[in-house]
C-alpha cells in the first residue's frame, strides 16, 4: 500500500490534483484544491451532498495508482447515513472518508454545487447551477451567563467559523425565529443564506429542502415552474389567466384603464398579483411542497406587466417617449408583491430593455444567448399579444417589439380559442378536392384516420387556437382558395360546398359540427395584420443589422413554439431561411426566468447584456410602416423566398410593390386595403 | 488688486489651504481642499446651505491679504436668492461665488456638514453631525425615443454625475413613485439617500426639510425627541406612558404575562407599537411637521422593551442565561415596526449589551462617553425601574443591572406619583423642630414662603414623586425620626404630631391636606430595597473593577437626574464621592438615541464599544447579595462616607456586619429583616 505522509489526491472530472496531509477528510481536500463539492451539513454525514466515487486501479493517463483501500473504512456516522438514507456500494460521503493513500475520485455531478442542468424536452441550452439561496447546517455555542453575547452572534460566528461567511445581515423575522428554532433544535439550525449576504431564513435541525418558483407573466396567461433550488428539477408547472383580461384584452387597453380610471393601476396591480399568489399556492400544492419552503421567485414579463406587477403607474409606457420607471433588474420580496412563501423569500424581476421590450426578451436573451453566437446571425421571436423580437450576435444585439394583437393567440378569431383540448391546433387541405384534415388538441388521431371519432367523443371539436389558424390559412393559401392578398375565393364555392357567402365575403367552413369551425374573410385579415407587424418587425432589424438573410431563427413563445416553421413561412411570419435552421425555443421568456432562479451568474449576466442591447422603437420607425405595407401579402414581398420555393409549391406572387413605377401610389392602395381589413373586423 | 492665474484660498476655522484656478467657485474649491461645505442643491443657489464669510483685509498670521472683490460680484442666482430668502451682507453663496483673488474664507457652523451640536440646558459633551441620511438636489436627463433607458437608471446617473454617489440601490415605493416626481418637478427632484447607500425617498424639485425622531422606550414612560436632520434642532419633545404598564408594571411581571399567555408578547408589542406611532404623530403636530417628512427613528430601551418593540418574545430573557435573541443593532423599518413615517423611514435601534442591560445603556455610554476617559473612572447610573450602571473608563468598561423595582418613580410608595405639577419633589426638615418644609413641581415658593398658597391653589398637593421621597427619608434619616436600620421611630411621637401610628408602624406626616401625604414604614422600606440594590450593583462593578472609590458619577434617567446628590448619598444610592464631581446626566438613554440619530459615526462607535463591555450579571453574581444586605441600612456600611461627613451631620451609624465575629449568622438576620420589609408590603 503506497501510504504517504501526503498522499496525492486526483478528482475528477475537474482534473485537480495535489497533495494533502494523510488523514484530510475528501471534502476538506477537494476544498484545499478547489473542486466543487456541495454540502448543506457542513461535513457532518447528514446532507448526503458530497457523495463521491473513488476509483480502483492504475491509471497511467492520471499517473496514479488509487485503490479505494486508501481511504478510511467506512465509519460509524456513514454506516449510519447508508442505513437511512441509502449510498451506493461504490459511493463514500467525502466528508467522513480519510484520505490516507494516493486516491482518483470523481465527483458526480449531482455532488457538485455548479451542476449542469439539462433540461429534458425543450430544446433549451443546458446551464450551470450558481445558488442564490443556500442553505448551511451549523452548531451554534449555547448561552452561557458568563458570555452573554446574543444568540443572533452566537449564529453568525458559527456561520463565519464553519462556512466561511462573513459580514452577514439577517432579516428581522429570522431574529424573531432564532431563539425558538435554537431551542426545538437543540443549537442546531440551517439557515438560508442569499446571495452569500444576508440570512433570510432558519429551520431547527438539519434542513435541506429549498424551492424556488420561476413566473412568466403574460398579457393573457401566467406560467410558472416551482424548481428544487438543489438540483433544479421542475416538480411543477401551470398556467393560469391573468385576470388582467377583464381591464382589457390587449396591453394598450389596460394602459387606458389605468389612464381613464381613478385607481385602475391599482386594481390590476392587485388582480395580477392575486393571480400570482394563486399561482404559486397551486405548485405548491401540486409539487407536494409547503408554500413556506419556497425561498425565492423570478419574475419575467413585458414592460407594462412588470410594471403592473411592481405596483408601477404604467400610464407613461402607453405614449412617447415609452420611457420605463426602471429597466434595471429589481429585487424585491415575495411578500412585496402579495405571494405568500417563506417570510424571507426574495423577488428577482429581471431588467427590461426598453418601453415596449421588458423583462420577458430579458429571458429570452438568457434562454436563447443570441448574445454567445460567435458569427451566426439569429432572430428570435416571441409571439404573444406583442411580438418580442430579438437580432444579432457576440457583437451586437438588437431587439424591438412589435404590436401583433392577439390574434395569433386565438383571440379575435370567429371560433378562436387557446391551445387546450378540443381545439384544432392541425390543419392540411387538399389541392385537388379542397377537403381539410384537421388534428385537435387531446386526440392523437388526424380527423381522417381511425379513433378520430373515439377521440373526440372525449373532447370535442371546441374551436381553433392560434397554430392551427395559422396552418389553416397558410393551407388555404397553398391550395389557391386564399389569394396573396388574403381575399378568400368566393369563384371556389362551384367547387367546394365549404366555401360558403357570409354577407359581402366568403369563409371557408373546416369542421361543420356544433360548434361550426369556419376560417372567415375577418380571421385572414387579422392573421394577415398580426404576420405583417411582426414580419415588419424582424425586417427592420434585419435592415438596421445590415443582414439580408439570417443564420437560424427561434420561435418562442405558447404559440410560437407551437406553429410549424414551414406554414409560418407560407404566411411570411418570418423571413425566409432554411427550415433545418427554424426551430422552436418553448416558452423561452419562462426558460429565462427558471435559469435566472438558478443561477446567480446569470442574472449578472443579463444585466450587463441587456444594456447594450440596441433597442429599436417599432412605433416611430418610418421603415416599420413601409414593411408593414409590404408584408401584408402572403408570403410577402420584400424579399425572395428562395428556401421555401424549394419545399413547397407556392402560388403565383402577385405584382411587387417594390417595382411599381409609382410606389407612393400604390402604398396609398395597400394602406386603403390595410383600412378596409380593419374595417371588416 | 493680486490676481493671478491661481490665487490662494484659505478657508477656517479647519485652515486648510491651496491654490485654485481663477474662477474656480469657493464650493469647488472647497471640496477640492477637502473643506467640509454643506449642499442639497448642488451649487444652483438654491439651498442657501454653502454660505461663507469672506473676510477682508491683511491677515499676517495667514500670509494673505483678502478682499472681499477677489471673489466675483453677486450674480443674479444669488441676488434671487438674497430676495427671497435672505442672506446677511457679509455672507456668499460658495457655490456661485468665483475666486478671482487671494481670500480667506469663513466656513460657519451652520455651513458644515459636520457640524457641532451643543445641546442647552442639559449637561451633554456636543458632538459633531455625520448625517445617516443626506438630501441630494439633481436634475436628470428627460427620456428621449433614441436612448430609452430607465428613468431610474437616469437618476442614478444625475447622482453619480452630480454627487458621485455610485452602486446606490433605490427602495421600490421609490420606484413607483418617481416617474409621477419626474413629471410634476420638471425632471428635477430631490432624493434622500440613507447611509450613503439607498436611495429611500424622493421629492419634485427642491426640498430640504427631513426630520428624525429620537425614542427612548422606557418600561413605564416613552419618550421622544423630534429633529431636524440637518442642524440637529430638536423641535419637539414629549411623553407618554408605555400602555404595557397594564399587562405588568415590571419586566418580570411583563415577561411573566408573556410566558402565561398565549400570544401575550404579541398583544404586548402590539400595544407598544401604538405608542410608538401615537408618540411620533403627537411629536409631529406638535412641531408642525409633515408625519412624511419623517425619514429616520432611532430607538434604546432596556432588553425586554428592545424585543417586545420589535416583535421577539422576550420569554428568554426571564430566565438564565437571559439569552438576547440578538445583542447586535438592529437596522429595519419604521413601517415594520408599526409607525406612520415617510415609507422610507429606517429605524435604527442600538445595540444591546446583556440580558440585562440593553440599548438604553448603550445609549447612556454613547452620551455619557466614559470609554473616552483617559483615567479618571466613571460611574454612570442610568436609575428607572431597573438600575443600569456603567463603570469604567478608557481601558476597560463595565456594565451591570440591578432590580431596583419602581419605588424611584413614585411606585409602590403609599403617596407616590410621577414627576408631574402638584407632586412634592423636593424636602427639608428641621432638625429641631421636626417640622417640614417642600416645594412641588409647578410651584416656584417653598412651602413656608410667600406666594406658595396661590402657587398650590393652581396645582394642588397632589401625591410625592420619586426625588421627594428619597429627599423626605434622607432628611428624615439626618433629623434622627429615621434609624439607621429605616425604622420611623414612634418614641419621638412625643416630640411631633407628625409622626402617627399606624398599624403596628409609624408614619410621619408630610402634608395634611387633600390628599394626606404621609411616609410610612413601608415607604421607607420600599426605598431601602430599591436603593440597596443600586448602590450593590455600583459596588459590585466597583469590585471588578478593583477600585474602592470613584472620581465621577453621573445620575442619569427621569429620577436620577432630579434627585439631589446629596440627598442620595446621604441615603446610600450611590458610593460616597466628592460632591462637586456628582451630576446630572438628565435622559443619557434618550441623548444616545438623539446623537445615534444625527450621526453615522456614532453608530459605528457604539456598536464597535459594546462588544467590549464586559457584562456583570448581578442575578447570580454571589458578592450582589452581600451587597445588598450590607447596603439596605442609611447611608450603607460597606464603605466609610469620608466626603458626606465633610459635608453634613450623619447619625451614629450602627454596627458594622462586616465586623460581626459571625458573619454568617449577621447575614442571616439581615435576611429576615429584608423578608420582613417585604411581608410589610
Chains 1, 2 share one sequence.
Not at 126 to 154: C, K, N, T, W
Not at 217 to 225: C, E, F
Not at 410 to 417: E, K, L, T
Request: aromatic letters at 4%; hydrophobic letters at 45%.
Amino acid at each position: 500500500m503506497n501510504q504517504t505522509a501526503e498522499p496525492l489526491v486526483i478528482f475528477t472530472p475537474s482534473g485537480r490534483r495535489g497533495r494533502v496531509a494523510a488523514g484530510t477528510t475528501l471534502l476538506d481536500a477537494a476544498r484545499s484544491l478547489g473542486v466543487d463539492i456541495d454540502s448543506v451539513c457542513g461535513g457532518r454525514g447528514i446532507c448526503g451532498r458530497c457523495q463521491v466515487q473513488p476509483a480502483e486501479g492504475a491509471f497511467p493517463k492520471h499517473g496514479i495508482e488509487s485503490r479505494s483501500d486508501h481511504l478510511s473504512p467506512i465509519g460509524g456516522v456513514e454506516e449510519g447515513y447508508r442505513a437511512t438514507s441509502g449510498l451506493a456500494p461504490d459511493r463514500r460521503l467525502s466528508c467522513t472518508a480519510e484520505v490516507r493513500g494516493d486516491v482518483l475520485v470523481d465527483v458526480p455531478p449531482e455532488s457538485q454545487v455548479h451542476r449542469q442542468v439539462v433540461r429534458k424536452g425543450i430544446d433549451v441550452r443546458a446551464f450551470e447551477i450558481d445558488p442564490v439561496v443556500r442553505l448551511h447546517y451549523v452548531e451554534v455555542v449555547p448561552p452561557e451567563l458568563a458570555s452573554p453575547s446574543g444568540d443572533l452572534a452566537r449564529l453568525h460566528d458559527a456561520l463565519a467559523a464553519e462556512w466561511g461567511l462573513a459580514d452577514l445581515e439577517t432579516d428581522l423575522h429570522v431574529v424573531r425565529a432564532l431563539q425558538p428554532a435554537l431551542e426545538a433544535g437543540g443549537y442546531r439550525v440551517t439557515v438560508a443564506v442569499h446571495e452569500g449576504r444576508t440570512i433570510t431564513a432558519l429551520w431547527p435541525g438539519f434542513h435541506d429542502r429549498a424551492f424556488g418558483v420561476a413566473i412568466d407573466v403574460g398579457s393573457t396567461t401566467i406560467a410558472g415552474h416551482l424548481v428544487n433550488l438543489a438540483d433544479g428539477a421542475v416538480l411543477a408547472s401551470t398556467g393560469a389567466m391573468n385576470p388582467q383580461i377583464r381591464f382589457g384584452e390587449d396591453l394598450m387597453s389596460r394602459v387606458s384603464y389605468a389612464m381613464l380610471h381613478d385607481g385602475g393601476a391599482g386594481e390590476m396591480t392587485r388582480a395580477v398579483r392575486a393571480a400570482l399568489a394563486k399561482l404559486v399556492s397551486g405548485l405548491a400544492g401540486q409539487a407536494g411542497v409547503p408554500a413556506r419552503e419556497i425561498l425565492e421567485l423570478t419574475l419575467v414579463g413585458n414592460p407594462i406587466m412588470h410594471h403592473l406587477v411592481l405596483g408601477i403607474d404604467p400610464v407613461p409606457l402607453g405614449s412617447a417617449p415609452f420611457a420605463l420607471a426602471t429597466d434595471r433588474a429589481v429585487r424585491t420580496t415575495a411578500a412585496e408583491i402579495g405571494v405568500r412563501a417563506h417570510p424571507g423569500a426574495r423577488a428577482y424581476v429581471l431588467p427590461c430593455i426598453a418601453g415596449h421590450v421588458g423583462a420577458d426578451t430579458a429571458g429570452v436573451i438568457l434562454a436563447e444567448q443570441p448574445h454567445r453566437d460567435a458569427a451566426a446571425v439569429r432572430l428570435v421571436v416571441d409571439v404573444g399579444t406583442n411580438a418580442e423580437i430579438v437580432l444579432g450576435n457576440r457583437d451586437r444585439l438588437l431587439a424591438a417589439s412589435s404590436p401583433t394583437g392577439p390574434a395569433f393567440e386565438g383571440a379575435q378569431i370567429s371560433a378562436g380559442q387557446r391551445a387546450a383540448p378540443g381545439a384544432i391546433e392541425r390543419v392540411r387541405i387538399d389541392r385537388a378536392t379542397l377537403e381539410p384534415r384537421f388534428r385537435v388538441i387531446g386526440v392523437d388521431a388526424w380527423s381522417d384516420e381511425p379513433g378520430f371519432s373515439e377521440g373526440v367523443a372525449r373532447t370535442g371539436v371546441t374551436g381553433i387556437c392560434g397554430s392551427g389558424i395559422v396552418e389553416a390559412i397558410a393551407e388555404l393559401f397553398l391550395a389557391g382558395i386564399v389569394t396573396a392578398d388574403g381575399i378568400i375565393d368566393g369563384a371556389l364555392a362551384v367547387r367546394t360546398p365549404r366555401i360558403v357567402a357570409d354577407g359581402r365575403t366568403f369563409s371557408y367552413v373546416l369542421h361543420d359540427g356544433e360548434p361550426r369551425v369556419t376560417i372567415t374573410q375577418n380571421d385572414v385579415r387579422a392573421i394577415q395584420l398580426a404576420k405583417a407587424a411582426l414580419y415588419a418587425g424582424a425586417r427592420l432589424l434585419m435592415d438596421r443589422f445590415g443582414v439580408e438573410t439570417v443564420h437560424e431563427i427561434r420561435l418562442a413563445g405558447a404559440f410560437g413554439s407551437q406553429i410549424d416553421p414551414l406554414h409560418a413561412m407560407v404566411l411570411g411570419l418570418i423571413p425566409d431561411a432554411d427550415l433545418a435552421h427554424v426551430g422552436s425555443a418553448g416558452n423561452a421568456a419562462g426558460t429565462g426566468a427558471l435559469i435566472a432562479l438558478l443561477s446567480a451568474a446569470s442574472r449578472r449576466e443579463i444585466e450587463t447584456v441587456v444594456r447594450r442591447v440596441e433597442k429599436v422603437e417599432t412605433a416611430v420607425e418610418p421603415r416599420f410602416q413601409e414593411h408593414f405595407v409590404e408584408a401584408l401579402a402572403f408570403p410577402h414581398r420584400s424579399a425572395p423566398s428562395t428556401h421555401l420555393a424549394r419545399v413547397v409549391d407556392l402560388p403565383a406572387p402577385p405584382p411587387r410593390v417594390g417595382r411599381d413605377p409609382d410606389r407612393r401610389a400604390a402604398q396609398r392602395r395597400r394602406r386603403a386595403a390595410i383600412s378596409a381589413a380593419r374595417e371588416d373586423r
